[in-house]
């Protein structure tokens, strides 16, 4: 008898045996090699000296050849020779190769305190420096790029603007808003004039004292620099003046008042502290501060600088009067 197979059953027996043969196929087996294989090791950043830098930053380059940074393109001691640039931004071997932001130092990417610590590198031991960690500015995450710009040149260039007592100021009320606004008062220090810099009265890198003010000489105030007849020693001193600061009774930047005081009329600031002057009872009269001839209904007596003038101190009356 002879057997034959429909089209359609043929076509199923095929299948089942190609799903056989699927079925006894192994997956070819990995090699040694691919199985040992192992990530690639980042390539090591070496320097490759500002020559290189100047191939794709031109401008940059240009402009920082003005820059008192470019010094250390030829300075040896620095150990930056022919490498400023690297000098801030680290080693651009890998950064040449890639071209990546991410593959370069960039102080825009960076904290605060770490740009703080990359420019100490080379100012640790300048005068003016000691201490810029821990000055108000650093607490305050205010980093030294905030300020000072290394590639700008010209009227924009930090140098340049920090040679003018107008670009200080300029940069520093770009902050310090508040401040810049008390000169705009009649009675001020001459800042709005550029006759002075803020940094006259403060150091901005670093100070032992609050809100960073300069010491004039060995630990006396700063105000004394410009106001040294204030400063003595005097035969008969006025208390205040050698113990307290100058803003106990002077606004610093800038007072509607005369003489940048604190209040329009004398007399109230100086019976901030005298007005439990002793005398005896039966001197007192109705109206008077004690002593009782000072009797503040009578005009002359609102002003005590009008006697009293050398409210600061006195080489020949105890009383500051001469």
């Not at 005068?127 to 700008?152: D, F, I």
């Not at 032992?208 to 106001?227: I, K, Q, T, Y």
């Amino acid at each position: 008898m002879t057997f034959r197979l429909l089209p359609w059953t043929a076509a199923v027996a095929l299948s089942v045996l190609a799903a056989g043969a699927s079925q006894d196929q192994k997956p070819p087996d990995k090699s040694a090699a691919q199985q040992d294989a192992k990530p690639a090791a980042p390539a090591k950043k070496e320097f490759i000296g500002s020559e290189t830098c100047a191939g794709c930053h031109e401008d940059i380059s240009t402009a920082f050849k003005k820059n008192p940074h470019s010094i250390l393109e030829t300075n040896k001691k620095r150990g930056w020779e022919t490498k400023a640039c690297e000098s801030c931004h680290g080693p651009g071997s890998v950064h040449a190769e890639t071209n990546s932001a991410d593959d370069i130092r960039s102080p825009k990417q960076m904290k605060p305190s770490a740009i703080d610590a990359m420019c100490l590198n080379c100012h640790k031991n300048q005068q003016t420096h000691v201490g810029r960690l821990q000055s108000s500015h650093a607490r305050n995450n205010v980093p030294c790029t905030s300020c000072h710009n290394m590639h700008k040149q010209g009227e924009e260039s930090s140098e340049y603007q920090f040679k003018r007592a107008a670009g200080i100021n300029q940069k520093c009320s770009s902050c310090h808003r508040d401040v810049a606004a008390s000169f705009a008062k009649p009675n001020h220090h001459r800042i709005p004039e550029g006759a002075m810099s803020c940094t006259g009265c403060h150091n901005p890198h670093a100070s032992n004292l609050n809100r960073n003010l300069r010491l004039s000489g060995g630990n006396e105030p700063g105000c004394f620099a410009c106001h040294a007849d204030k400063r003595g020693p005097f035969v008969f001193e006025h208390a205040p003046s050698r113990n307290e600061p100058c803003a106990t009774c002077h606004e610093p930047h800038g007072s509607s008042n005369p003489r940048m005081l604190k209040r329009a009329e004398v007399a109230p600031l100086c019976l901030e502290c005298h007005s439990n002057i002793q005398s005896p009872p039966a001197a007192t009269t109705v109206g008077g501060i004690p002593p009782a001839l000072h009797d503040m209904r009578s005009p002359r007596f609102r002003n005590c600088t009008t006697c009293h003038q050398k409210i600061h101190g006195s080489n020949v009356n105890g009383a500051l009067l001469r």
